[in-house]
């Protein structure tokens, strides 16, 4: 049976006899023997000492990729390294905390510089514990040298990959160490992995999330929905940015934002070739109402009447929407961020409000409904129909209340063929509008005809919710589109040579 791990080395004999468990070959072997290029799913662990570029070490890394197999460090980590000034800017936010953690850390030498050696994210000092960590989630590689120096506040001078044949031989140990808890956590192949497992997917969520757009159970049904097609998923947190090189691709299960860690490792994923549901720029369109207030207008889409508001305009969202008016901040979500103000007063202290967060607002005219439909749209077609009810004695869906709590209104789910085709219409549009994701469309039926009031690009996909219809078919829909894509990205790459 073929190997699932490989670890690459300039001196294979002595890493063999350190790591016997695993199988160790030359670089050289690795480019040459024909062997380790038909051997699907293999993940290449790159531990030679010369990575610059066309050096043998960097054609690994590179033949890796054109594979099809996973490799860390990847040919993109080693191009950042390779010039200061590609990788200074990723380093800036970093540096901040450097000077109140080597507060009381060991002292520059004589020239005000000091080494840390950080394999797999961990660091010999514990209070570079953290920054170690993101620097390899930044550049994923098993080992980084990395040269502080100190001029009025500590910098990071120098960020480099090197091989085994760098350590110090009191480094060893701590590596070793290091490479078996890296290897534990997902490195080694799963005992019971199957060869019709064919992909690795990646599920991220957040355990304490109190919304989350889908619940424990759901997260199971995608779970053994993609083992019936090949695909071994598994739950990750943000804590694993850094080992997303690990995996064919991602799934984000977890309420996404623009300026936090969702976006972060969408579009980490994105460059990295994954197949990503939610990509990038549906995270970035889809967050923003502004953006799709306007989206939906060059689209031909109804919305609620609506304005962008500066400070200063409330006369005119007074005048052209009157009352009762919502207003909403640009990247709200699960109904945070959203007021209706019902006359004047409420309209200036609501917006003062809102506007201590935010330059724009977003003002909508009321439109009152017992439910809103939520068109759930995936690759363009449609594959769930719910009517989401309002929160019993309030306005909206969900009540966030003063004390915490969070009010919600009952769900149901229809076939297809019961909602009514205006409906599934603006929802299929409105979602091919923004890209070929996964989107959850909330439609309002009126009297005056059918309003898109906004896409989700992360819907809620709940046990005993949305998948009231399908069951178990709606998770087995969403794990063949990313069974399809990644035929599709198989198929399309060019055969190693």
Not at 61 to 77: F, H, I, K, Y
Not at 157 to 165: A, E, F, H, N, Y
Not at 205 to 211: C, N, Q, S, T, V
């Amino acid at each position: 049976m073929s190997p699932r791990l490989v670890l690459l080395a300039d001196d294979p004999a002595r890493v063999s006899r350190e790591i016997p468990q695993h199988t160790v070959i030359g670089v050289r072997e690795y480019l040459s023997d024909g062997r380790w290029s038909r051997i699907r799913g293999l993940r290449v662990l790159n531990l030679c000492h010369n990575t610059q570029y066309r050096s043998p070490g960097y054609y690994a890394s590179l033949l890796a990729e054109a594979r099809g197999q996973r490799v860390l460090p990847s040919v993109r980590t080693l191009q950042d390294l390779s010039r200061k000034r590609l990788y200074a800017t990723d380093v800036e936010a970093l540096e901040r905390s450097l000077d109140q953690a080597l507060e009381n850390g060991p002292q520059a030498d004589p020239r005000g510089r000091l080494e840390l050696m950080v394999f797999f994210g961990e660091a010999q000092l514990e209070q570079l514990r953290s920054l170690s960590r993101s620097l390899f989630e930044a550049f994923p590689a098993p080992i980084l040298r990395v040269q502080l120096k100190r001029n009025g506040t500590w910098q990071i001078d120098s960020i480099r990959t090197v091989g085994l044949r760098s350590l110090e031989s009191d480094d060893r140990p701590r590596f070793l160490a290091a490479l078996g808890r890296h290897l534990g956590r997902r490195w080694a192949p799963p005992r019971d992995r199957g060869e019709s497992l064919r992909y690795d997917l990646a599920i991220l969520h957040d355990p304490e999330e109190a919304l989350a757009p889908s619940n424990h159970r759901a997260l199971n049904r995608f779970i053994r929905a993609g083992r019936e097609l090949g695909i071994e998923a598994e739950l990750i947190t943000r804590k694993d940015l850094g080992r997303l090189g690990e995996y064919d691709a991602l799934f984000i299960r977890e309420t996404t934002a623009v300026n936090h860690h969702t976006y972060l490792f969408a579009r980490t994923a994105a460059s990295e070739g994954l197949v990503v549901i939610d990509d990038p720029d549906s995270i970035l369109r889809c967050t923003n109402k502004i953006f799709l207030k306007e989206l939906m207008e060059r689209e031909g889409i109804p919305t609620p009447p609506s304005l962008i508001l500066t400070g200063g305009e409330l006369d005119r969202a007074e005048s052209e929407l009157g009352y009762p008016v919502v207003l909403k901040v640009p990247d709200g979500s699960f109904s945070r961020g959203v007021v209706k103000a019902a006359d004047r007063a409420e309209l200036e202290e609501k917006s003062a409000a809102l506007f201590q967060e935010t330059e724009l607002l977003l003002a909508q005219a009321f439109v009152p409904t017992r439910f809103d439909w939520r068109i759930g749209v995936l690759a363009g077609e449609p594959l769930f129909a719910c009517r989401y009810h309002m929160s019993r004695g309030h306005w909206q869906i969900l009540d966030h209340q003063a004390s915490g709590g969070v009010g919600e209104g009952d769900v149901d789910t229809l076939p297809l063929e019961e909602v009514p085709p205006a409906v599934l219409e603006a929802g299929v549009r409105a979602a091919r509008a923004l890209g070929d994701g996964l989107y959850g469309v909330d439609v309002k039926e009126t009297e005056e005809g059918v309003m898109v009031i906004e896409v989700n690009d992360n819907p809620n996909i709940d046990a005993g919710d949305e998948d009231q219809v399908l069951g178990k078919e709606l998770y087995l829909r969403v794990m063949r589109e990313f069974s399809a894509r990644l035929d599709k990205r198989t198929q399309g790459k060019p055969a190693a040579g």
